[in-house]
């Protein structure tokens, strides 16, 4: 390969990779090979670092050293004191137009991505918009993303608007450029949060990982990878993926495009060893300062979108396609379950129903029975019967025979079910709905969870699948 210094970064021949090796006040130790001195270097910043290397080595020489390189020893964790965990199931979820949407805000999301910062973590964030939202509902693999992320706080304005509009308690909306800033602006630091860049247009990377490591800010950058204009499985390649695993970043951000990203994030999820993935969109621009970011007021308003399409006019071809297909949701879906979802509550503030369940098991799958009407208030004691069961097997059928009525929270936890028998890599099945039932899935966007069962390959072999004692039953008021 060619070496060609641009920018202060080295420039590969099929796309642009940069290590960068922060200040020695970010514990960052290279070690030292025959072939590169790069033990005894004492840079400014960033930057130096990275001119250095293009100067002194070859490109092959530079991703050689990048791929083995030493990752920081972490004297003191990047979680902060109360950092908090969180399985699934005790995710406050509610269920948009076919994909889960916590209901969260700033002050919580940031513990939460702090305590999944720690190795062998895979904490995928995904910030939805209505970019997301057209995109989800034509496009299976990009929803079924969404569905399997770790957090999905609203990123777009009409997303906190239809969920006002649907009755569900949405805190804020929490952009994902907000959540990148909350990081550079975070106080009283462990240590600054190292993260990696992946993506955006020509240069851009680069700029941003400068500006990150010129100031003194909460986040430096310890690489950038600018792959082009690939597909996803050109992107996917062993040496790139390499490249960011070695780098010792405790947050990956991408930005190739929501369904591009998504669908890179998805595939390399478990051979990418940085704990928190996310495509956060334009904040690697925002950062670079190649576009400016709206003004405070404007994003109170909602009008964000209008600023954008003002620095970036292109834009107003995808914001026509996503209000289009908006206006078509509206119709079909969002209105009519606006109005059943206003007398499904009108009934429960008469007449308070009680959710029963019913769990039995056969030598094959554990059942669930759902009986009667499933609200947000039934979602407690329904999470713990959900979090006893899964212990006990690797194949879940939820019957919902006998339901009558269920909200948007209690689909938010059978979508969580649902990704909790994934990461065993169990069954999932929602069997026996109703016409009405299937009327809401349908309403709600998961209409498509009826059709199938998530049957994924067991760990565990056919002998040992763990399972209920056979023909119990048991009955509980919910």
């Known amino acids: 390969m ?8 080295t420039r590969l021949a099929d796309g642009e990779l940069s290590l960068v090796a922060p200040s020695s006040q970010s514990l960052w130790a290279p070690h030292e090979t025959a072939d590169n001195k790069l033990g005894d270097m004492s840079m400014s910043n960033a930057v130096t670092t990275s001119r ?29 004191d109360d950092g908090v965990s969180c399985d699934d199931l005790d995710r406050e979820v509610y269920c948009l137009q076919g994909f889960p949407i916590d209901s969260i805000g700033m002050q919580e999301v940031m ?22 939202l057209a995109a989800s509902q034509s496009d299976a693999g990009f929803r079924e993303s969404l ?30 450029s907000d959540i990148f800033e909350a990081f550079v602006t975070r106080e009283k630091l462990q ?33 950038w990878i600018n792959p082009g204009f690939g597909s996803v499985e050109e ?20 930005a190739l495009g929501a369904a591009k990203g998504q669908a890179w994030l998805q595939r390399n999820h478990h051979i990418i060893q940085v704990p928190v993935r996310s495509h956060l969109g334009a904040t690697i621009a925002f950062v670079a300062g190649t576009i400016k970011r709206a003004p405070t007021t404007v994003r109170k308003l909602g009008l964000e979108w209008l600023w954008r399409i003002k620095e970036e006019p292109v834009l107003w071809r995808r914001y026509t396609k996503d209000v289009s297909a908006l206006s078509a949701l509206m119709v079909t879906r ?13 009934k429960r503030a008469v007449k308070q129903r009680k959710c029963r369940t019913m769990v039995t098991s056969t030598a094959k799958e554990a059942k669930v029975s759902l009986l009667g009407s499933v609200s947000a208030s039934d979602v407690p004691a329904l999470r713990a019967t959900f979090k006893q069961v899964i212990k006990r097997t690797d194949h879940l059928n939820v019957d919902l025979s006998g339901l009558n009525d269920i909200d948007a929270r209690a689909l938010g936890l059978l979508m969580m079910l649902r990704k909790q028998m994934i ?33 994924l390959e067991s760990h565990h072999s056919q002998g040992s699948v763990r399972l209920l004692k056979t023909d119990l039953s048991i009955q509980t008021n919910v």
């Not at 250095?52 to 920081?72: E, M, R, Y």
């Not at 399997?148 to 949405?170: E, F, N």
Request: glycine share 8%; aromatic share 6%.
């Open 2 to 9: 060619n070496n060609e210094q641009s920018g202060g970064c």
């Open 52 to 80: 250095t290397l293009g100067k002194t080595i070859s490109d092959d020489t530079a991703l050689n050293w990048l791929s083995n390189a030493h990752v920081p020893e972490i004297v003191q964790d990047v979680t902060s």
């Open 111 to 132: 513990p939460r991505l702090l305590a999944a910062m720690v190795p062998h973590s895979s904490y995928l964030l995904s910030t939805p918009n209505l970019n997301f």
């Open 147 to 176: 569905r399997t992320s770790d957090l999905c706080p609203p990123d777009g304005i009409a997303l906190v608007w239809i969920a006002r509009l649907l009755g569900i308690p949405i805190k804020e909306r929490v952009a994902g």
């Open 191 to 223: 240590r600054p949060i190292r993260v990696f860049l992946f993506g955006g247009a020509e240069g851009v990377a680069a700029m941003a990982a400068e500006v990150l490591n010129k100031n003194a800010t909460g986040v430096i950058c310890v690489g």
């Open 235 to 254: 992107m996917s390649h062993s040496h790139i993926i390499n490249a960011i695993n070695a780098s010792g970043a405790d947050l990956l951000l991408v």
């Open 334 to 346: 969002v209105l009519p379950l606006a109005f059943v979802s206003l007398l499904a509550r009108a």
């Open 423 to 455: 990461s065993k890599y169990g069954s999932f099945k929602l069997s026996n709905p109703p016409v009405f039932i299937r009327i809401l899935f349908r309403l709600h966007g998961i209409g498509d969870l009826l059709k199938h069962t998530t049957d």
